[in-house]
């Protein structure tokens, strides 16, 4: 399985640092920087990121931007890569943004990329926390904390998901300070909002009483979670599983443990329904669907829960199926994908990738599905 990785270098970043403009932000600035002798520095520093990554080349494709934007710095290193955006001569700020639209509609899952505070404010600007996005420092401001501490670091975190280890996700600030108000000696940061980023986890669950207990402490974690997100006008499909039955609990409803409930607004509107009666009731609804792993191979699709079709997946989008599951769960995979094995050749293929799993309160970590 292929990991697609999105990868946008500001080349611009960092300029201002070495001459002592304390910024690079603004085409000015930046070729003022120039002018006074200051060397590019944020495509080799995104080489030392894709460097640790070298021994994974066949099992990832680098989409990026033209030239010096990630093009020329991925295609020197061997890697595969495609051109999905072609910037201006001179970059800018837009290009970014565009950019990064455009690794949302591919699909990509993870996008990396090479700046500053500036870059993270275009990045969380275009697309905020809707994709997995993850930070080289490259800039002279680094406040915001969807960068990794060094670019070797921010390899290494994408390494491990390519390698299909859990990897926790988090939402991240951020932050940005005034450059003009900075040059006259104030600091003012300031909040420009949060983006989703992956993070090292750290399997820190205390199993005293066995597992057991633990594991049903947190399944009514996850349960209020996913309880407290749940919209009012939406339906939600909840599947079969032990820990969709912890939700279903969780809002007092009665649970069919081996087929398909209906729930809209906290309450129940149908029981055990057949993959007809699902779409009937559904078609031209919002509708979400709460699903976990079924069995010990890891399967989301296809076991135990046939009643959820092709049909009704497609309607449903993937953006809006919501999966549930206990870290202990998922590392008696160990790291084998999360399957789909819907009957439709092709869905199976458009569900391959990475995954939010949510594993507790607020509580996400990305995970691998095949098939």
Do not use: W
């Amino acid at each position: 399985m292929q990991f697609k990785l999105g990868l946008i270098i500001n080349p611009l970043a960092g300029l201002g640092g070495t001459v002592a403009l304390k910024g690079s932000d603004g085409a000015a600035t930046a070729a003022k920087a120039l002018a006074l002798g200051a060397q590019p520095k944020a495509n080799s520093r995104t080489k030392a990121a894709l460097e640790v990554l070298l021994p994974y080349k066949n099992q990832l494709t680098i989409y990026t931007v033209n030239g010096d934007m990630g093009e020329h710095c991925a295609k020197a290193l061997g890697f595969k890569v495609q051109v999905i955006y072609n910037s201006n001569a001179i970059t800018t700020a837009n290009d970014t943004e565009q950019a990064v639209k455009a690794l949302k509609e591919l699909g990509v899952d993870l996008v990396l990329f090479a700046g500053g505070d500036g870059t993270a404010r275009n990045i969380c600007h275009a697309v905020e926390d809707t994709i997995p996005v993850l930070g080289i420092p490259a800039g002279c401001k680094i406040h915001s904390g969807v960068y990794a501490i060094t670019p070797k670091a921010a390899g290494r975190v994408v390494e491990m998901l390519v390698k299909g280890d859990l990897v926790t996700l988090g939402d991240a600030d951020v932050m940005d300070i005034d450059e003009e108000a900075f040059r006259q000696g104030t600091v003012k940061a300031k909040r420009y909002g949060e983006m989703q980023v992956p993070s090292e986890v750290r399997y820190m669950q205390a199993v005293k009483n066995g597992g057991k207990e633990t594991d049903e402490l947190v399944l009514v974690d996850i349960a209020a979670y996913v309880v407290s997100e749940m919209d009012e006008d939406t339906f939600y499909i909840m599947g079969s599983g032990s820990t969709v039955a912890a939700v279903m609990e969780e809002m007092g409803l009665e649970n069919t443990l081996l087929g398909v409930d209906l729930v809209k607004d906290q309450t129940l509107i149908a029981q055990d329904l057949t993959a007809v009666q699902l779409l009937e009731h559904t078609q031209g609804q919002k509708t979400k669907l709460v699903i976990t792993l079924i069995g010990g191979q890891g399967h989301i699709f296809g076991r135990g829960n046939q009643q959820l079709s092709p049909t009704l997946i497609r309607a449903i989008g993937t953006n809006n199926i919501i999966v549930v599951a206990t870290k202990t769960k998922l590392q008696a995979l160990n790291g084998r994908p999360l399957i789909c094995d819907t009957g439709d050749s092709s869905l199976d293929d458009e569900l391959t990738g990475y995954i939010k799993v949510t594993c507790g309160f607020n509580d996400h970590i990305m995970y691998a599905v095949g098939y």
